[in-house]
């Protein structure tokens, strides 16, 4: 344009015009002039209707969508909250990494005892299961059913009628039912214990 000595250019009103070319238009001495014109249009592609009926993106259908997503996540657990997946059939699993032991209360105030059941009456009718920690105690209980606890971690001496049993970590005891024992460990111990039938400790 410049170079065929033209000092004006027209241009249809609402034509887009860059800094850029402004700037260029200035250096060539070039005036940008609107003038109602026609500027002869090629032939438009007619555009392709879309025929799938979508449902405009609203606040709402953002708010449904994220609700939706968040519902399939894990929800974050409350401290002490057991961590279990579960089978339409009944089985269940639970995380051992979620299982935090609660001092059960025996009524001594020094008895080191802590206890966390991981299934309830509605999931394990039958039994109660769980997990048992004790830390340099001597705990006395009557079992009223019968006990299995197998020994994951520690020692422990279970004392009844003047008999003394060591278990260490892989041992299994069967206390049975109406047995009065004594409990004891001069470190700590951890136990999987199993009741039956169901029994609150």
Same mark, same amino acid.
């Given at each position: 344009?410049?170079?065929?000595?033209?000092?004006?250019? +027209?241009?249809?009103?609402?034509?887009?015009?860059?800094?850029?070319?402004?700037?260029?238009?200035?250096?060539?001495?070039?005036?940008?002039?609107?003038?109602?014109?026609?500027?002869?249009?090629?032939?438009?592609?007619?555009?392709?209707?879309?025929?799938?009926s979508?449902?405009?993106?609203?606040?709402?259908?953002?708010?449904?969508?994220?609700?939706?997503?968040l519902?399939?996540?894990?929800?974050?657990?409350?401290?002490?909250?057991?961590?279990?997946?579960?089978?339409?059939?009944?089985?269940?699993?639970?995380?051992?990494?979620?299982?935090?032991?609660?001092?059960? +209360?025996?009524?001594?105030?020094?008895?080191?005892?802590?206890?966390?059941?991981?299934?309830?009456?509605?999931?394990?009718?039958?039994?109660?299961?769980?997990?048992?920690?004790?830390?340099?105690? +001597?705990?006395?209980?009557?079992m009223?059913?019968?006990?299995?606890?197998?020994?994951?971690?520690?020692?422990?001496?279970?004392?009844?009628?003047?008999?003394?049993?060591?278990?260490?970590?892989?041992d299994?005891?069967?206390?049975?039912?109406?047995?009065?024992?004594?409990?004891?460990?001069?470190?700590?111990?951890?136990?999987?214990?199993?009741?039956?039938?169901?029994?609150?400790?």
């Amino acid at each position: 344009m410049a170079e065929l000595g033209k000092a004006s250019l +027209n241009i249809v009103p609402g034509t887009i015009i860059t800094p850029a070319a402004r700037d260029a238009a200035r250096e060539y001495n070039i005036t940008l002039v609107e003038a109602a014109g026609q500027i002869e249009k090629l032939p438009e592609e007619t555009p392709i209707k879309n025929t799938d009926s979508k449902p405009a993106i609203t606040s709402e259908l953002i708010a449904a969508i994220v609700k939706q997503v968040l519902a399939t996540l894990p929800r974050a657990k409350r401290a002490g909250e057991l961590v279990k997946e579960v089978d339409s059939t009944g089985l269940r699993l639970v995380k051992g990494s979620s299982v935090v032991c609660e001092k059960l +209360n025996t009524g001594r105030t020094d008895d080191g005892v802590a206890v966390k059941e991981i299934f309830n009456k509605k999931e394990c009718p039958q039994m109660t299961t769980g997990f048992m920690t004790l830390e340099q105690t +001597n705990y006395f209980c009557l079992m009223n059913n019968e006990e299995v606890y197998y020994l994951i971690d520690g020692t422990m001496e279970v004392e009844v009628k003047g008999n003394i049993y060591r278990g260490e970590a892989g041992d299994v005891f069967y206390l049975p039912k109406n047995t009065a024992v004594t409990l004891s460990t001069k470190e700590q111990a951890k136990i999987f214990f199993v009741t039956y039938p169901a029994n609150q400790l």
